[in-house]
C-alpha cells in the first residue's frame, strides 16, 4: 500500500508540474476528489480493509490527500499571483505619452473689470451690495428725486415692465435702497456693481450694460473727499499720470453735480481718434447727494451730508483692454473671449 501511495503522489507530483491555469487546477482536484476522484475512491474503498489494516490503511489515504491539498493551495496561489502580475503589466502607464490638453475658459472681461473696481474700494474701507435688476418706479426714480414728469426720466430710455415696474436704468437705484436698509441711519460707504437696462443699441451703446454706483454718507463729507477718492479711483485704475478733471453737470439726486475726464490713456492727452482729438475721456458722473434725497432715504441733511459717482462698467472694460465696440461685451464670441486667457491682460 505505502509504494502505491508513493506511486501516486510522484504521479500527482509530475500532474501539477503541467497545470498552467485555474481551469486545469480544478479539473485535477475533481479528478482526485471529486464524487469519482481517485482519492475518494481509495477512502470508499476502506470498508473492504480487513480491520487490523484499516488503521495503517487511513494513514496511507491520509497522506495522499494531505499532499494533495497543500500542493493544491500553493499552486492555485501562484497561479492567482501570475494572473496579477500579468494585468500589472497590461495595465502599465507610459509616462512618456503626451498629456491630454485641458480647455479652461476666461474670465470674461466684465466681471474681470468689476472684480478690479470692488478691490480697489474695498481696500478704501467700502461695502459690496447687490440691487434688483427688475426695480420699481420708486427706487429707480422718485426716491432720486426725479418727480413724475420729470424731463431727465426722458434721458433714460427705459424698459417699463409695467406702470410700477421697470429694469434699471441705473444702479443709481441701489442708493436709495441703502439708505432705506439702514435703519439706524447712521453712516454709509458702498459700491453697488451690476447689470442695467437701457432702450439703446449701437457701437458704444448696448441694451443691457454695467455700471457700478459709488455712495457715500457721513457728517462732514465735503466735495473734497469726492474729488480725492475719484483721483485715486481714476489713478489706481488707469494709471498713476493718469489727470483728472471735473466738469459741471446735472443730475436730480446730486447738487453740485459733475462729469469726470481723464486725460486720455491711449494718447496721454495729445489728441487722438479715442478721445476725439480733445486728450479727455469721460468717465463718470457724480456729485453731492441731493438734501431731497437725504430726507426721502430717512436722512437729516441738516446733520448729514454725503457723495455719490456711478460709471460704466463696459466703458472702463473697453478703456483698459483696448475693446472697440460695446457688442463684442455681450455676443459671447469665443475669438474674442479667449484674447482673455491669460491673467495679465492690459491695455
Ligand atoms: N446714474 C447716472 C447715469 O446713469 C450716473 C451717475 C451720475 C451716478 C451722478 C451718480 C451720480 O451716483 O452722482 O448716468
Not at 479539473?27 to 476502506?46: F, H, S
Not at 480697489?120 to 427688475?134: K, T
Not at 456711478?310 to 474674442?336: Q, V
Request: with cysteine.
Amino acid at each position: 500500500m505505502q509504494e502505491k501511495i508513493d506511486q501516486l503522489i510522484e504521479e500527482l507530483k509530475q500532474k501539477f508540474e503541467e497545470v498552467k491555469t485555474m481551469q486545469h487546477l480544478n479539473d485535477l482536484k475533481v479528478a482526485q476528489l471529486g464524487k469519482k476522484g481517485v482519492i475518494t475512491e481509495l477512502n470508499a474503498a476502506i470498508k473492504d480493509i480487513p480491520n487490523d489494516q484499516k488503521k495503517a490503511y487511513g494513514e496511507q489515504v491520509n497522506r495522499v490527500r494531505t499532499f494533495f491539498n497543500e500542493k493544491f493551495t500553493e499552486i492555485q496561489k501562484k497561479i492567482e499571483e501570475e494572473i496579477v502580475n500579468q494585468k500589472l503589466q497590461k495595465e502599465t502607464i507610459d509616462i512618456s505619452l503626451p498629456g491630454k490638453k485641458i480647455k479652461t475658459g476666461s474670465k470674461h472681461p466684465f466681471n474681470r473689470i468689476i472684480e478690479e473696481v470692488e478691490d480697489l474700494f474695498v481696500s478704501m474701507g467700502y461695502d459690496v451690495v447687490d440691487g434688483p435688476e427688475l426695480e420699481d418706479d420708486e427706487h429707480c426714480f422718485r426716491l432720486l428725486n426725479y418727480t413724475v414728469g420729470h424731463p431727465a426720466r426722458d434721458a433714460q430710455d427705459t424698459f417699463y415692465i409695467d406702470e410700477e415696474y421697470l429694469l434699471r436704468t441705473q444702479t443709481s437705484a441701489s442708493q436709495s435702497r441703502v439708505m432705506q436698509a439702514n435703519k439706524e441711519k447712521g453712516p454709509i460707504r458702498v459700491i453697488c456693481p451690476g447689470k442695467t437696462y437701457r432702450r439703446d443699441d449701437d457701437a458704444t451703446h448696448s441694451h443691457q450694460f454695467g455700471q457700478v454706483e459709488g455712495l457715500v454718507i457721513d457728517k462732514n463729507i465735503s466735495l473734497a473727499d469726492l474729488k480725492g477718492t475719484l483721483e485715486i479711483f481714476a489713478r489706481k485704475l488707469l494709471g498713476e499720470d493718469t489727470k483728472v478733471r471735473f466738469r459741471p453737470s446735472y443730475f436730480p439726486f446730486t447738487s453740485p453735480s459733475c462729469e469726470v475726464d481723464v486725460s486720455c490713456f491711449n494718447c496721454g492727452g495729445k489728441g487722438c481718434s479715442l478721445c476725439k482729438r480733445t486728450g479727455w475721456i469721460e468717465l463718470l458722473g457724480a456729485g453731492m447727494v441731493h438734501p431731497n434725497v437725504l430726507r426721502m432715504g430717512g436722512y437729516d441733511p441738516d446733520k448729514y451730508t454725503g457723495f455719490a459717482f456711478g460709471t460704466g462698467l463696459d466703458r472702463l472694460a473697453m478703456f483698459k483692454y483696448s475693446i472697440p465696440d460695446i457688442r463684442y461685451m455681450y455676443s459671447n464670441d469665443i475669438r474674442f473671449l479667449k484674447q482673455f486667457d491669460r491673467c495679465d491682460v492690459e491695455k
